[in-house]
């Protein structure tokens, strides 16, 4: 059994601020089409939650990648482990993310998207931890700006676990 972890960020705060996002995406894209990229396996429930509050016409595909190898630090090397169902050729893109740390998947993830020539490409992170930066990468959408703790549930995990967690919570080991 994991141990219990504390709501920092609550389900309703979560909530509330994805709608918030969902409204800004949709005023920047306009009528046009957009087609979300989901970062497996932690951005699930934001994308889920996302999508449901977004109007206008949207479609979804996922890609996943690996950083960390089971802990809580980044061993600073990107895989693919599943690539897009669909090309990018003329989509307006944004990808979502679940949290941006080091920067480095991020940072590989839209080097790799943008090559493959979308007509616009724009990055949604529910979670951000700028003092933990290594590369200057840009994030058009935030939902909250955190210090520097691990967190876990929301899609976020500590080796696999706390995905289910409703809300936010800071992992104290
Ligand atoms: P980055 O490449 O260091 O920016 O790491 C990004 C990825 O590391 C995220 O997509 C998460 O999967 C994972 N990660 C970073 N910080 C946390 C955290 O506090 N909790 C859980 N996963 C995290
Ligand atoms: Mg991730």
């Known amino acids: 059994m994991p141990a219990p972890v504390a709501p920092f960020i609550t389900e309703d705060a979560l909530q509330s601020r994805i709608a918030e996002l969902a409204k800004e995406i949709r005023a920047d894209a306009g009528a046009e089409h957009l087609h979300l990229i989901c970062v ?3 951005a699930v429930l934001f994308l889920a939650d996302l999508i449901r509050e977004m109007t206008g016409t949207v479609t979804i595909d996922f890609m996943a990648l690996s950083s960390y190898s089971g802990g809580t630090t980044s061993s600073g090397e990107v ?10 050729q003329d989509r307006h893109v944004v990808i979502v993310e679940d949290i941006v740390d080091t ?6 993830l839209q080097e790799i998207l943008r090559a493959r020539g979308p007509k616009s490409l724009r990055t949604a992170c529910l ?13 058009d959408y935030i ?5 520097d703790r691990f967190v876990v549930g929301y899609g976020l995990d500590f080796s696999e676990q706390y995905r289910n967690l409703p809300y936010i919570g800071v992992y104290q080991g």
């Not at 895989?79 to 990018?88: A, N």
């Not at 920067?103 to 590989?108: E, N, P």
Request: aromatic content about 8%; proline content about 3%; overall charge positive.
């Open 143 to 147: 939902g909250f700006t955190i210090e």
């Open 103 to 108: 920067g480095l998947t991020l940072h590989y």
């Open 79 to 88: 895989r693919l482990i599943k690539d897009l169902d669909y090309g990018l």
């Open 127 to 139: 979670l951000s931890k700028p003092s933990r930066r290594q590369i200057d990468v840009h994030v």
């Open 40 to 42: 497996l396996k932690g």
